[in-house]
């Protein structure tokens, strides 16, 4: 007779055995830094369906790869796993070609005002096609530096380049996301829309 296996099981990798303090540490990786990493891997062009997915399988090469990570640059190796993560999952969508999965669950979304709901929705999707309009070596300090307040000096570490390159990056990631609102403010213009 066979032996049954649980399907949460089934397929997953064995987690390498850990010592207490590595558990410690690992969960407060995961406390610590999960709301970053989430909204690190959507600004980084995960669709919204895949993030609780991608956050997890970079918490799994964390806890893979623990002894490797260096007290104090937690959030770096992260960031950078995180990045992978994403390029990943948008090449994996590229393939999959799905589109409109996110429309369709979210219509199901309840709240008190709806207009004020679907107009912070067409602003996050507006924000999130000029994103991926981005090359992502302007991105990732842009994401980094304006939406998470990280101050330079952190993204520096975080991204393994000198500040003045950060510095340099971040200009031109300014100049790009100006050329590209107003591109798409244009074309709703031209449209008879709001973009």
Known sequence: MPRAVSART???????????????????????????????????????ADVD????????????KLEDILAGSERAYLFSTAMRVASDARRSLTRRRE???????????TGPDPEEIADKRRARAF?????????????APFVLFELEEMPTAEIAEVLDLPPGTVASRLRRAREEFQKIVARERARGAFRGGKP
């Open 10 to 48: 089934e397929g997953t990798p064995k987690a390498p055995p850990r010592t207490a303090a590595a558990e410690a540490r690992l969960r407060g990786l995961v406390d610590g830094h999960y709301d970053f990493i989430w909204r690190s891997l959507r600004r980084l062009g995960v669709p919204e």
């Open 53 to 64: 997915d991608c956050a997890q399988q970079v918490f799994w090469v964390a806890s893979r």
């Open 99 to 109: 589109v409109g999965e996110e429309v369709a669950g979210e219509a199901f979304d």
């Open 127 to 139: 924000l999130d096609e000029i994103l991926d309009a981005m090359p992502m070596d302007l991105r």
